[in-house]
């Protein structure tokens, strides 16, 4: 069991300018960080949220990697081992819950960068000057975008319900015995050849290492609400990256749809079966804009060789943080748990499809599906509120949203109720338990 060490690094609160907010930390502190090791903790006191508010956090060093997680560059002349990220990690939360964080560097303090959010909304992290004179900046994520840039996010429904006759994988990742009360599921990773080039500029290893850190980004990013809300840390799992040219059609510039999950979910029953495995999801980069993505799963399908898929078509423009492709993906796996759209759940136990009494009416687009068809609002209740939560269609504009902005890094307590019950009937077939000491479903003991 590993023991959470902390250290207290003094941070000098910076004079806000415009949208910025701006927080120093002590120079003596810099060795601290650069060295701490893997499920090591840090305290950071005045941390400033999208309006400038500040907080005290608790954050823990991640390993992003599930045991056993192999990274390959698939290419003409076959596969060849591609290293892991060697980028720092950390994800943590106040002591509420509703301000979380997720900051990453490389070693040296190099490229910081990171996003989160609190009841003022979602927000981006980036760093000026270097160490040990580093300032971390804070901007609400819309501010973090280029000049006049709105991200859009094609489809509407994305969630495929499951045939109940599907058969549970075989070489899904061994049963353990049930000690502790985290949990771990593991997903694999495809990386289409189009993503190496629209996003990373190319195959060759330097676009195949970046893309391998913007991805260990991506799964600490999303683990800032699967941590804290679900108990269950998503892990990295092996991961194939397309070098040579993508063997399934996904359609180019286009909602994800059926017919990209079938052609992504088909050539892995028959090509990538043995793969140990919870999920299995595409990271696509066929929408070329760079500022348009789509994503289709999916929905209650866990270790099921058949339906356990998800494809996301994430942005593409190197000027989108990572924290915005990773709400598509957080929400695209919420589906594959079992979560169902917010418009579309029932605010008494999550159950869809309903029409009344849902978690949010952010959304009237899905009515001919059974859910929300009326005047759409913003919450004015719940996390994040006047904001949505992550499987929300709160984000999304007229004539079908209610436009209330960027959806908060936090699943509905209704859905986290409803998915806890999930992950636990699919414990330890399937998710898999692991023994640490999680800061964040224990507070900070």
């Known amino acids: 069991m590993h023991k959470l060490m902390l250290l207290i690094l003094a941070a000098c609160a910076g004079q806000a300018m415009a949208a910025t907010h701006e927080m120093s930390l002590a120079p003596a502190r810099f060795d601290a960080l650069a060295t701490l090791a893997v499920d090591a903790g840090v305290e950071l006191d005045g941390f400033p949220d999208a309006q400038g508010v500040r907080h005290h956090l608790r954050l823990k060093r991640i390993d992003v990697y599930a045991a056993g997680a192999r990274l390959l560059a698939v290419g003409a002349d076959g596969e060849h081992e591609v290293p892991r990220s060697t980028r720092i990690q950390l994800i943590g939360s106040d002591e509420t819950g509703g301000m979380r964080v997720h900051l990453a560097w490389d070693p040296g303090l190099r490229n910081l960068a990171g996003s989160g959010s609190s009841a003022a909304g979602a927000f981006v992290v980036s760093a000026a000057g270097e160490a040990p004179r580093l300032r971390l900046l804070v901007r609400p994520s819309e501010d973090a975008l280029p000049a006049g ?91 194939l990256f397309r070098t040579a040219g993508t063997p399934y059609t996904i359609k180019p510039d286009q909602a994800a749809d059926g017919a990209d999950l079938n052609a992504f979910g088909n050539y892995w029953q ?10 299995a999801m595409l990271l ?14 999916w929905l209650n399908a866990y270790c099921n060789n058949s339906y356990s898929y998800s494809v996301n078509k994430v942005f593409t423009n190197a000027g989108v943080p990572v924290s915005a492709s990773a709400n598509l993906v957080a929400h695209e796996l919420g589906h594959n748990f079992g979560a169902a759209h917010t418009h579309c759940s029932s605010a008494a136990n999550g159950s869809s499809p309903v029409a009344t009494g849902t978690i949010d009416q952010c959304f009237k687009g899905e009515a001919s599906q059974g859910c929300y068809a009326g005047s759409v609002s913003c919450p004015v209740s719940g996390p994040g509120a006047p904001k949505g939560t992550v499987m929300s269609y709160c984000h999304t504009s007229a004539p079908n949203g209610a436009a209330c902005g960027a959806n908060v890094a936090q699943f509905h307590p209704t859905h986290a109720t409803q998915l806890q019950a999930l992950i636990a009937s699919h414990t330890p077939a399937c998710i898999v338990p692991v023994n640490s000491d999680l800061i964040f479903r224990n507070g900070f003991d």
């Open 284 to 297: 696509s980069g066929q929408m070329t804009g760079g500022f348009n993505a789509s994503g289709i799963a």
């Open 149 to 239: 840039v709105t991200l859009r996010t094609l489809g509407l429904d994305d969630a495929l319900p499951t045939p109940l006759a599907a058969a549970p994988l075989a070489l899904a990742l061994p049963p353990v015995g049930v000690a502790a009360a985290s949990r771990s599921a593991t997903v694999a990773v495809d990386v289409d050849q189009e993503l190496l080039i629209n996003r990373f500029g190319g195959t060759g290893a330097g676009n195949v290492t970046a893309a391998g850190n913007w991805i260990a980004d991506l799964f600490a990013s999303m683990n800032i609400m699967y941590e804290r809300d679900l108990n269950v840390t998503l892990l990295q799992g092996t991961t």
């Open 270 to 279: 028959t090509h990538h079966a043995g793969v140990q495995r919870a999920f």
